[in-house]
């Protein structure tokens, strides 16, 4: 056996690894609402910030409900962002 190879000698035959296929993006479909349906849209930070015309700041500082996908990725419900606006609107 060659040991500057890990033990790996002449002809040794490696055992292969056997992978399942991944599917990406299928998980949270059924979830979440699609897209095509006004009231439900899902957006992004980035989105829902320029729909309330605010800075992405204040747009993280604001109670409105969110949906948390992992860590870091973040969405809104157009209807949810339409509802804080109907609760904090003041009458003129």
């Not at 040991?3 to 002809?11: A, P, T, Y």
């Not at 979440?32 to 957006?43: A, I, N």
């Not at 992405?56 to 969110?66: A, E, F, N, Q, V």
Request: aromatic share 4%; proline share 7%.
């Amino acid at each position: 056996m060659d040991k500057r190879r890990g033990g790996v000698g002449r002809g040794a035959v490696e055992p292969q690894v056997v992978r399942a296929p991944v599917v990406v993006g299928r998980a949270n479909e059924e979830k979440l609402p699609s897209r095509g349906e006004p009231d439900q849209e899902v957006m992004t930070r980035q989105e829902a910030a320029a729909y309330l015309r605010l800075s992405l700041r204040t747009m993280d500082r604001l109670p409105i409900p969110r949906v948390k996908l992992g860590h870091r990725t973040v969405r809104f419900l157009r209807a949810d962002l339409d509802a804080y606006l109907a609760q904090h609107r003041e009458a003129a």
